[in-house]
């Protein structure tokens, strides 16, 4: 099992920054993708950005430019930098891990943090 804790969310005026912070409850080494997902009120939940184990990155054609997403494996810690929020930034967003061990995939999810950026 593995716990996820989102922090960092808020409200940031259009323009801004925020940093938001996924820590968990065990060792991220062997996670194999870790991802933040988001999810607006009448929408479904998509993914934002996702890093592998080995580093690899990808990102929502939406947020490429302006989302980073990085990995700490030492304080088992995921983040998410956003900079030029845009108001459709707005939305709930997750924290997600993946593991594969074997044939079984485990998934876990966190609570959600709340992002508003105002125009």
């Known amino acids: 099992q593995v716990q996820l804790v989102e922090s960092g969310g808020g409200l940031v005026q259009a323009g801004g920054s925020l940093r938001l912070s996924c820590a968990a409850s065990?060792?991220?080494?062997?996670?194999?993708?870790m991802g933040w997902h988001r999810q607006a009120p009448g929408k479904q939940r998509d993914l934002v950005a996702g890093i592998t184990s080995g580093g690899s990155t990808n990102y929502a054609a939406s947020v490429k430019g302006r989302f980073t997403i990085s990995r700490d494996n030492a304080k088992n810690t995921v983040y998410l930098q956003m900079n030029n929020l845009k108001p459709e930034d707005t939305a709930v967003y997750y924290c997600n891990a993946v593991r594969f061990v074997g044939e079984s995939r485990y998934e876990y999810w966190g609570q959600g943090t709340q992002v508003t950026v105002s125009s």
């Open positions: 065990r060792s991220i080494f062997s996670i194999n993708h």
